[in-house]
């Protein structure tokens, strides 16, 4: 199943809350794993907009998952590896 793009801070905690249910945790024992307070786990999970970044990543990677920015939509000209290899290949007419 394709995951939704998180938009919002709500998307992100959707995403949280349903990964620690598929992993059999409650938010107690999320909240061990992490180091922090069912609180504030209950708060991701509500999409409060205040959380901070350490604490975020720390608790996807006791989820099993990574945060992997990517740009949104296509990208206007050459990604930076597509523009490496045209210039191997101009490189490679040239000798």
Known sequence: MKERQLITPADFGNRISRARRDA??????LAAKVGVGRNWISA???GK???EL???LRTLRALGLELMPQPIGKPKGLSVRERALARR????KHE
């Open 44 to 46: 991701v999970e509500q």
């Open 89 to 92: 290949k101009v490189g490679e």
């Open 24 to 29: 059999g945790l409650n938010q107690t024992e």
């Open 49 to 51: 907009a205040k959380a």
């Open 54 to 56: 350490g604490l975020v």
